[in-house]
């Protein structure tokens, strides 16, 4: 099984288990954010898309370095 496919299964259980429409693993290099594997029942996200950290959501994990 590849990565990838590692990523969605992973991903596809965490939507699942939270009942949640979208799951990401992201990259964050300095203020770069960028979508590396994504399980989303919206079209509008895909693999390889790239945004300013600061228009995430993830700003908030980044900066205090952990979840919650």
């Known amino acids: 099984m590849s990565l990838t496919q590692e990523l969605l299964g992973i991903l596809r259980q965490g939507k699942a288990a939270f009942g ?5 693993v992201s990259q964050i290099e300095g203020q770069d954010y960028r ?14 898309d790239a945004y ?3 228009d ?3 700003l908030d994990v980044a900066l ?3 979840v919650s």
């Open 64 to 66: 205090k370095r952990r």
């Open 35 to 48: 979508v590396v594997a994504i399980d989303s029942d919206y079209e509008e996200f895909r693999v390889g």
């Open 20 to 24: 949640l429409a979208v799951g990401i």
């Open 56 to 58: 995430t959501y993830c």
């Open 52 to 54: 300013e950290l600061g």
